[in-house]
């Protein structure tokens, strides 16, 4: 097994250019941050533009399992208060 394999795995976000949102671009396996950084840099911003790079270490990474779907993205059909009709328009603001 190679020394690699046990250092812990980062995950990369790409920027493409200012404003932009971060976008996953993949992983790379590194013994601290700023190797981590040297190697999504390699890795993942040698062709296309990159204005910035995220690193984050995968175990600080929280996601919901599937089996969690239902609870976590109940349509929001049945709560009344979030329909537009029971908010006041401030005066001077314009409709759409």
Not at 14 to 25: I, L, N, T, Y
Not at 61 to 79: H, N, Q, T
Request: glycine share 6%; charged share 30%.
């Amino acid at each position: 097994m190679s020394e690699t394999a046990e250092w812990p795995l980062w995950e990369v976000f790409v920027q493409a250019k200012e404003g932009a949102a971060h976008q996953h671009a993949g992983s790379v396996r590194a013994a601290d941050r700023e190797l981590a950084l040297q190697h999504a840099r390699d890795t993942y911003a040698r062709r296309p533009p990159v204005f910035s790079l995220w690193v984050v270490p995968s175990e600080a990474i929280v996601a919901s399992a599937g089996r969690d779907r239902e609870e976590l993205f109940d349509p929001a059909d049945d709560k009344v208060y979030r329909h537009p009709q029971f908010y006041r328009v401030p005066r001077g603001v314009r409709g759409p």
